[in-house]
């Protein structure tokens, strides 16, 4: 349990204070944040929210999307919001491929240089980050980066202090050289964030909103936690599921049945 | 046009009959088809349909499917019709988990089995089995086998004529490692088929039927054609598209704009 952490994105209606004082009864210690989230009601406000319940602020999600305008702002913003919470790792969602463009090599080089700009601001901020691999079927649209491979590719220039990676078990499940690179990325101390969803079909239109709470679906999940603790992960363990009907139910019901699931499945 | 093929798929309205002449009219020398079209139409008719009007059947979809029950049968009796219509090549879509099942490590190894099984029948049919890589989206519920890296692997214990493997765009464009596997399926002898399609979102609710004509979505489809060339393939280029609003037109409007794709996105 206490390396437990709800990510807001599985309670999405659940409002900030709401959710702190659910997680709170629940005997939850970390939150994983969003954005949009805290900057609606607040970065300032939302960082005391979680500090004066006891919470730790485990990841902010997200920033990245590389091939918009202003992504350098953009993501400087987000390195000093995750600050402000004391998030240590920010998830970096790459971003699809630029419009019109059909050069997915070139948009993943751009997301290394990239990166790598944001590497100063970083280190100074204290913050990691953190890039995620998403699955190859949102690699057009969403993020060219599709394999933790590529992950650990565009992140080995940098520092591991500056640039690490999320290991999210939705997006690798079906990568069958996903186990060798969870050692890599033990052994070179880029494990910025785990975070855990299982995968059910039928998928949705628009394939975003299909994920299942841990034990649903087929993802061997307790495999995927025992291979980052034997890289020598010890943080957070994050459940992250997006899925209209889990949103639909109220919070600390879904965060009740989430955390009997983390336990039966994953621990 | 000499290597152009129309997969039975693409159209997937046109009555056999009807197909077979609109291609003659087109000048389109190849089709590939597809079993259950075939059954239907009676196997033996079908094949003297496409040798009458003088054109190859250049693969057969698919069989595979190794979960199923019964499924060492069912793939004598495809590698039977493949043989019956003269069809170099039968398509193997592996299938997905087995019911209940998590163990994704397990479900590929018994495909290789399988596979293996049906080496000595394919051989003496004179038919190549042609293990397809499904986009990973598929991996839990159509087909375990994710990449062309998998493929080949799967492929390697066994000789190259009985055993190769399907390379489609559609499934195959998001994976950086697909080039060196392309070339590797080139020296090892394993390109059965080429397939082609395009990838257009956002996806629909299955996923299965989303796919685009050639030059409507991302891939680098004349990098891919230029790829299996310069691996040594000189065999037919069948598009193969799955959609719904393509399926609504009438096959031989569908024919003549892939015809036209295919001349500007293609070769």
Same sequence: chains 1, 2.
Wanted: net charge negative; charged share 20%; glycine share 10%.
């Amino acid at each position: 349990m206490k390396r437990f952490s709800l990510n807001q994105a599985t309670t999405k209606h659940w409002p900030l204070p709401e959710l702190v004082a659910g997680c709170v009864e629940a005997g939850v210690t970390g939150v994983g944040l969003w954005r949009e989230d805290i900057q609606a009601y607040g970065v300032q406000k939302s960082a005391a929210l979680a500090r004066d319940a006891g919470l730790a602020v485990t990841s902010l999600c997200r920033s990245g999307f590389f091939q918009e305008p202003g992504w350098e702002e953009e993501n400087k913003r987000a390195i000093d919001e995750a600050a402000a919470l004391g998030a240590p790792a920010l998830v970096l969602v790459s971003g699809g491929l630029p419009p019109g463009s059909r050069d997915v090599d070139a948009a993943r080089a751009h997301v290394g240089e990239a990166i790598g700009a944001l590497v100063p601001y970083a280190l100074d901020a204290g913050v990691q980050l953190a890039i995620e691999a998403l699955h190859p079927m949102f690699a057009s649209d969403r993020c060219v980066v599709s394999t933790l491979k590529q992950a650990l590719d565009l992140a080995a220039p940098y520092p591991a202090e500056a640039v690490g990676v999320v290991i999210d078990t939705y997006h690798l499940w079906w990568d069958d050289a996903v186990w060798e690179q969870i050692a890599r990325a033990g052994r070179e101390r880029r494990i910025a964030s785990f975070q855990v969803a299982d995968w059910v079909t039928p998928l949705p239109a628009g394939v975003l909103l299909g994920r299942g709470l841990p034990g649903t679906g087929c993802v061997e999940l307790r495999r995927f936690r025992e291979a980052v603790d034997a890289a020598g992960y010890t943080g957070p363990i994050e459940v992250e599921v997006f899925a209209e009907e889990v949103w639909a139910r109220p919070g600390r019901e879904v965060l009740d049945e989430t955390l009997e699931l983390y336990r039966t499945h994953v621990v």
